[in-house]
């Protein structure tokens, strides 16, 4: 658990300050590094019970232009089915677009996960240069079939 709060420590060190430097101009445009947490609901196709989630994510990715970014999702929901705590992580690609160039903007989100198999769709909007509040709805087909509506805010480095 030092560990890994060690690690945090050290990445918000290093990207919290990235106003100036130029790899993050504050442009979309580019190199694209987010993180952010939430909160959802995790629905199973097997019992259709609701169980309240906990949800980390991050994306990797690079911004076509100010409007459109391809990213690398990665994010894991944490939930308790049947009285068991359940990690359920999830790797996929996305395209987000966003309806202005400037920084506040409505966004859409597309994507395929591919670990375990599903899509997902969300929309959001970006508040300032780095705060984005988003809600996706995941579907995933693979092991355990199950609906995920999540609501997650994320600090965004561009």
Sequence with gaps: MKKHILTLIILLTVFLPTQNVSAFDGNRKGFVLSGGVGVGVTTFTSNKRDNPAYTLGSTIGYGI??????????????????GTVIFEKYVGVSWFHFFKQQKKSFFTKVGLAYYPNGLYIGGGYMFSNNVQLGVTYMHFTEEWASDHLQ????????
């Design 151 to 158: 609501l997650l805010v994320s600090y965004v480095a561009f």
């Design 65 to 82: 232009n100010n409007k459109n970014i391809l990213v690398i999702d990665r994010g894991m929901n944490h939930f308790i089915k049947n």
